[in-house]
């Protein structure tokens, strides 16, 4: 299962019309004006919110980012992401692992009432993200909450939560067994057979177009059109201005 970015989650939450944000703007608050992630990703700014408490000052991870799960091209079971952001350390030495847990915990209290993942993200430099991976693994084997911690580095981030659509369109139709078929109606009724087939797929195409999956329409589309396009010459000139105008009129499926 993928995990991809659901800005809406984030936009329609109660605290997005003052506490809306973005990581960079985070970073060039709190790392002298430096820019780590070089593009826009929407969170809600969870420090800034538990400041508006009546100026409560608990520890907070420092963003929640909406993700949701994503397969089959559809996404679901969106939710909060909490992301801490420690581009100042150095090593593993200063950790305060105790701070750490209050950051998770209280934030987590913040969000009640919401869904918010179960895994809870500290980035790091590339220098220290492995040594805080260490620092994690062997933290888990005695404390069971902290085997839900990830350290990543920011290079490493981007393959955490990518965008959907980073990910191939994965068919609703078996686009293999289309061209069967067509194969099939093609050597056992010739033109007038094939043409019968690519009827019923375009009427298909019709279908997903009005249900606004133009991606399923595309996809189809191209494997009836590669198949007329391999069709074998013709010297009948009727057959011939036939299949182009078939030709023609799948294209524009396409487009």
Not at 88 to 99: E, G, I, L
């Amino acid at each position: 299962m993928n995990l991809v970015y659901d800005n809406n989650y984030i936009i329609g939450n109660d605290l997005s019309s003052r506490f809306l944000s973005d990581l960079d703007a985070l970073c060039r608050r709190d790392y002298k004006g430096i820019e780590y992630f070089h593009r826009k990703i929407v969170c809600l700014d969870m420090d800034a919110y538990e400041t508006s408490l009546s100026g409560n000052n608990d520890a907070t991870m420092d963003a929640s980012i909406g993700i949701a799960s994503y397969d089959n091209n559809t996404m679901k079971e969106s939710r909060h992401l909490l992301v801490e952001l420690r581009f100042n350390y150095k090593s593993t030495n200063n950790f305060d692992v105790a701070n750490m847990r209050k950051k998770v915990s209280h934030t987590k209290d913040l969000l009640s009432g919401d869904k918010i993942h179960d895994k809870f993200v500290f980035i790091y430099t590339d220098e220290v993200a492995s040594k805080a991976k260490s620092y994690f693994s062997r933290l888990s084997k005695q404390h069971r909450d902290i085997r839900c911690w990830d350290a990543v580095s920011v290079s490493e981030y981007f393959n955490y939560i990518r965008d959907k659509n980073d990910f191939p369109y994965q068919p609703i139709n078996n686009l293999d067994q289309i061209k069967e078929n067509l194969n099939k109606k093609y050597y056992s009724g010739g033109i007038n057979g094939l043409n019968e087939i690519t009827e019923y797929w375009i009427g298909r195409m019709n279908q997903y177009n009005l249900q606004y999956n133009k991606e399923e329409s595309n996809a189809i589309a191209r494997v009836v059109l590669n198949y007329w396009e391999q069709l074998p010459p013709t010297n009948d000139s009727y057959e011939k201005e036939y299949v182009d105008i078939v030709k023609d009129s799948l294209t524009f499926y396409l487009l």
